[in-house]
């Protein structure tokens, strides 16, 4: 990775994570693999509780040198602490907390999100994965999904699409996605931008973008 | 009915595994894995398993081993792309992966293990995992039928044990070894540590030693492998 790439991915956890930091109650916070799992770095908020579906509800920091527990691993299988106030609990239980609605919001990458808040990420078809992990229950389950992914793919193309040709994980699901160059909000069928970044505009934004979304009319600018 | 004294070894608990048995077995990426039976299982030698567990390791490691030692015919689990081996082999035609959503999957288990057949969820509902599941409607919602999942024996790893059975796990390593125990015909456990019986709090206990068959203390405390 590039040093302008892992520049964008810190913009996308931070401008994810700004939407937490001011909040007179706590919430419950599952965070996915990639992009998702730097969110944490940003986020100031002792209230936030980090849910790991393996089985943590209060995730500490990353872990290091005599920290590093190899009993203690997020769902990406990396080194992590406990916060205060940390319980350990089953893979039944966890997974009940994402099912039951106890989980207030998770953030996921994703390969694609289409005009419907449709959301593909778990399968490339004849790819090198066979898995799908937690992200079905998850993005059914947690009561707000928002989706933290570069706007491009590899190729240069959207991730934005008409409609998305690749496996959806769950239909009409996001409710925010987050990319490098805006914040848009899926909103009663509607796609609002309603933040954008200092170093794009509206017109290169849908130059680069294939659904439909309106523009704020208070537009206002992420931060970097 | 379980038997009184259930302080075994690995190789000697193992030999209640047959050909063509399904196993499930504990853990979430290497960790809560029972290491020790599993290499005791891999002794065996016992063939066309079906293997019931969140992923199969790393290519080598772990459970990994059964499927380079030939004993898998059948993977039901949630994650194999830890495992490039379970993707090739599948491709090969070698052997058949049933995927689960993970929490589908950790209820399917739960469910076992309490005697509940099937359950409805809204999980994988109109996605290709879905599409050949009964579904029905409730208040406005659809959801799909998942049956639950029982085998005939089961790998788990705890992490004091008392002379009993009555388990206590630690940290992620709970992850499926709680649910597991209570899912098997027959439950086998590798423990860290095994304590007085009466000396752990009730209060505090995961798994009630009704749910286990046999401790296996385990001999190389490495969580490492």
New interface residues.
């Given amino acids: 990775m590039n040093v302008d790439d892992r520049v964008l991915e810190r913009r996308i956890a931070m401008n994810v994570a700004k939407l937490y930091h001011d909040l007179d109650y706590s919430i419950l916070m599952n965070l996915g693999i990639g992009i998702p799992s730097q969110v944490s770095n940003y986020i100031n908020n002792e209230y936030v509780y980090l849910h790991?579906?393996?089985?943590?509800v209060g995730v500490g920091p990353m872990a290091t040198g005599n920290n590093i527990?190899?009993?203690?691993?997020n769902?990406g299988?990396q080194p992590v602490t406990e916060c205060r106030g940390c319980v350990?609990?089953?893979?039944?239980m966890?997974?009940?907390l994402?099912?039951g609605g106890h989980v207030d919001v998770t953030v996921l990458g994703a390969f694609e999100v289409d005009q419907e808040g449709n959301v593909a990420n778990w399968i490339i078809p004849n790819g090198?994965?066979?898995?799908?992990?937690?992200?079905?229950?998850l993005i059914?389950?947690a009561k707000k999904v928002i989706i933290a992914m570069k706007h491009l793919n590899k190729n240069g193309k959207t991730k934005l699409v008409k409609k998305c040709s690749l496996?959806?994980?769950?239909?009409k699901e996001a409710d925010i996605v987050v990319t490098e160059k805006g914040m848009f909000y899926f909103e009663n069928g509607r796609i609002i931008l309603k933040e954008i970044a200092c170093d794009t505009t509206v017109e290169d934004i849908r130059i680069h973008t294939e659904v439909d979304f309106e523009v704020a009319e208070d537009l206002k600018q992420m931060i970097d | 009915m379980r038997k009184i004294d259930k302080i075994s070894t690995a190789e000697r608990a193992m030999s209640v595994v047959k050909d063509g048995d399904t196993v499930m077995i504990g853990g979430f990426g290497l960790r809560g894995c029972p290491f020790e039976l599993i290499e005791a299982l891999v002794n065996t030698n016992k063939k066309d398993l079906t293997i019931i567990s969140n992923d199969l390791g790393n290519s080598g490691a772990g459970l990994g081993k059964l499927l380079t030692n030939k004993q898998v015919k059948k993977l039901i689990g949630n994650y194999y792309t830890w495992n490039p081996d379970v993707s090739n082999a599948y491709k090969r035609g070698e052997i058949d992966v049933q995927l689960i959503p993970q929490g589908t999957f950790a209820e399917a288990i739960r469910a076992g293990g309490v005697g509940i057949p099937g359950f409805y969820t809204m999980t994988s509902e109109g996605t290709t995992l879905g599409e050949t599941k009964d579904t029905r409607v409730f208040d406005g919602k659809r959801y799909v039928l998942e049956r639950s999942l029982r085998a005939d024996v089961a790998l788990i790893k705890g992490h004091k044990s008392d002379g009993l059975g009555n388990i206590l796990y630690y940290k992620v390593s709970r992850n499926f070894n709680p649910l597991m125990a209570m899912a098997a015909k027959i439950t086998i456990a590798q423990v860290e540590e095994i304590v007085k019986t009466g000396s752990m709090d009730p209060e505090c206990i995961v798994t009630p030693h009704v749910f286990i068959d046999y401790i296996v203390k385990e001999v190389d405390n490495n969580e490492c492998r």
Avoid: C
């Fill in positions: 790991a579906e393996n089985g943590i527990d190899f009993q203690l691993i769902a299988r350990y609990v089953d893979s039944a966890s997974f009940g994402i099912r090198k994965q066979l898995g799908v992990g937690g992200a079905m229950d059914k389950g496996p959806i994980t769950g239909y």
